[in-house]
């Protein structure tokens, strides 16, 4: 009876050294996990949203500017590429059939007179004037003229590009509370102020200067006198 007793205890104490490790162990791992949760969190916090723009991150003030459609079309009219000559091209080149090839030859002659017993000599004007009506239906300078068309529609697609990645890297910036230490915001926003300003032969900040002057008149309008 007492040897069935001592082997009871041994191995309900075994039984108890055993789990305790695996408890040790769940609990460690758990804390492992969320540890790392943390982790994640705060890198996920530091990164940010939009993946690397950390500098940028921070109380938002109202962005006074033009909208994104009117730099574009100071950008078009700066680069020429507001209007679409190449219909214009086109029509010319086919009335052009309508306008005559002129050439003009002369000519000296020279003969004999039995009679006078002398030589005779002369002179003949030529003019040949020659008309292409088939140019009126179609000309060879037309595929040159569509060629050119593609060229200018590639480099508007990618003015436009650059323009929109400028305007919204501004408007960003921009929309920052600058403070002390902020000199890359604002070196940023600078930066794309002068890429506008260069696109679009110097509009952008004379629009802005403009715009934000309105503003200011406006809210001077509505603060009421004390």
Request: net charge positive; aromatic share 6%.
């Amino acid at each position: 009876m007492r040897a069935a007793t001592i082997m009871l205890i041994l191995l309900v104490l075994r039984s108890s050294g055993a789990a305790s490790p695996a408890s040790t162990t769940s609990r460690a791992g758990t804390a492992a996990a969320g540890g790392r949760g943390a982790g994640s969190i705060d890198e996920a916090a530091v990164t940010g949203a939009d993946g690397g723009t950390a500098e940028l991150a921070g109380a938002r003030v109202p962005v006074i500017g033009p909208p994104v459609g009117a730099v574009l079309s100071a950008a078009y009219a700066t680069a020429g590429f507001d209007h679409d000559p190449g219909a214009g091209w086109t029509r010319r080149a086919r009335l052009a059939g309508l306008v005559p090839w002129v050439t003009v030859r002369t000519a000296r002659d020279t003969s004999w007179q039995d009679e006078h017993s002398e030589v005779g000599h002369g002179t003949s004007l030529e003019v040949r004037a020659t008309w292409r009506l088939d140019r009126l239906l179609f000309d060879s300078h037309e595929l040159q003229i569509s060629a050119i068309e593609a060229a200018r529609q590639r480099e508007r697609r990618r003015l436009a590009t650059r323009v929109i990645r400028s305007y919204f890297t501004w408007r960003r910036a921009a929309g920052v509370a600058l403070g002390a230490g902020d000199d890359r915001v604002a070196a940023r926003a600078a930066e794309a102020t002068a890429e506008l300003d260069a696109l679009t032969d110097g509009w952008f900040s004379n629009e802005l200067l403009r715009l934000q002057r309105g503003a200011s008149g406006t809210r001077t309008r509505q603060t009421p006198a004390p």
